[in-house]
């Protein structure tokens, strides 16, 4: 079979095989983790931008950057701030206890979340042939979680999200043209079939590149861009604890899950 795939960046990039997956990367590929934190977070109301907004008297991106850096696999943590507001989050991780075996960039973000990504991921140095994407406002996705995504790109998929089962039947609707209107129902979505994704999401290093070098316009999430460039996305189980904060009830929330944390496990 002759070899298609574009080299990562690193200069190790893995084979691409029939069905769109790579060759194992094996337990010594490198790992980086990108945490796009340039947002505002208006949902969450007037205040500081979303992950500064303290969580437990701790700003909720330290939480993810610790969260992230749980993991034994993960060496480099790349934060994009606001692109006036680098030295500020800098100065905001400094101050606070970070684990020593990992390194820690700050760099500034752009006007759109993908622009944001793009950024953190030009500035990863050579060597790292995983690369995590995870939302600040995802402050207390367990390590476990963290790892299997790792280990999954590290057994060959290009692609990696952790997603959970959704409770709640979904209807897809017509939009309303005025917000608050009724809207038709159009279809009943099998629900045994939808999944809610979360972050971290997991890439060989190359198809990220690829997918941010290859396509334009709005998208939701990196592992849509893969889908797009055609290489497959594996689902992999995720936690009821990685949900993303994003309105003042998820705050109350999370708020709780840290108080239990620290009842059970002295966290």
């Known amino acids: 079979m002759s070899d298609t795939s574009r080299p990562s960046p690193s200069g190790t990039g ?9 060759q194992p990367l094996g ?16 949902r969450l109301g007037p205040g500081a931008p979303k992950a500064l907004r303290a969580l437990n008297g701790t700003p909720m991106l330290v939480h993810a950057v610790r969260a992230m850096a749980a993991s034994r696999a993960v060496s480099l943590v790349v934060v994009v ?4 507001g680098a030295a500020e989050v800098k100065s905001l991780l400094d101050a606070h206890a970070l684990p020593e075996r990992t390194d820690f960039l700050v760099v500034p973000g752009g006007q759109s979340r993908q622009e944001s990504v793009k950024l ?5 140095p050579p060597g790292y042939d995983i690369v995590l994407v995870h ?58 079939r939808l999944r809610a994704v979360q972050t971290p ?42 949900f993303k904060v994003t309105r003042p009830l998820d705050l109350v929330l999370a708020e709780a899950v840290l108080a239990r944390r620290r009842l059970n496990d002295g966290f």
Request: no cysteine; charged share 20%; glycine share 10%.
């Open 120 to 124: 953190g991921l030009d500035a990863l």
């Open 201 to 242: 999401q997991g890439f060989e290093r190359g198809a990220l590149v690829r997918a941010h070098e290859t396509v334009t316009g709005e998208v939701t999430d990196d592992a849509g861009m893969v889908e797009q460039v055609g290489l497959p996305v594996v689902v992999v189980p995720g936690h009821e604890e990685a």
């Open 27 to 42: 337990s010594g590929a490198r790992t980086a983790a990108v945490i796009p934190a340039a947002g505002r977070g208006v």
């Open 135 to 192: 939302d600040a406002a995802r402050p207390l996705v367990p390590v476990d979680t963290v790892d299997l995504v790792i280990e999954t790109v590290r057994g060959g998929a290009p692609a990696v999200v952790p997603a959970v089962p959704l409770a709640d039947t979904v209807k897809e609707v017509d939009p309303a043209e005025v917000a608050g209107a009724a809207e038709t129902v159009v279809a009943t979505p099998v629900r045994a």
């Open 81 to 84: 701030a606001p692109p006036d």
């Open 14 to 22: 893995p084979r691409a095989l029939a069905d769109g997956r790579t």
